[in-house]
């Protein structure tokens, strides 16, 4: 089992960035592919972006890609999702999530294990 800690969330204006970090428990951690969603006020968990496991191709959902960026460091057993010319409605709770299934994983129940989630805040 691992367990999932996600920070770097906050206050940013529109064109700004952030890196968000998540951090994993247990020694398997390279076992895991691991992904990212979020959740707006008043809307339904959605997908962000997924890392398998070998870290050589990643997938992303249009509204972010070109601006968002998936990476992982297994040596520090933490994935990390830098978000760069953000928008306001990229307003959410986002969540990093780990799943022992091979190959791209961007549905929820795809996920066995998720963090807290860090609130994610842009002005205009």
């Known amino acids: 089992q691992v367990q999932l800690v996600e920070s770097g969330g906050g206050l940013v204006q529109a064109g700004g960035s952030l890196r968000l970090s998540c951090a994993t428990s247990?020694?398997?951690?390279?076992?895991?592919?691991m992904g990212w969603f979020r959740q707006a006020p008043g809307k339904e968990r959605e997908f962000v972006a997924a890392l398998p496991l070998s870290g050589y191709s990643t997938y992303y959902a249009d509204s972010v890609k070109g601006r968002f960026t998936i990476s992982r460091d297994n040596a520090k057993n933490t994935v990390y999702l830098q978000m760069n010319s953000l928008k306001p409605e990229d307003t959410a709770v986002y969540s990093c999530a780990a799943t022992l299934l091979a190959g791209i994983r961007s549905r929820m129940n795809e996920y066995a294990y998720w963090g807290q989630g860090t609130q994610v805040t842009v002005s205009s």
């Open positions: 247990g020694r398997t951690f390279g076992s895991y592919a």
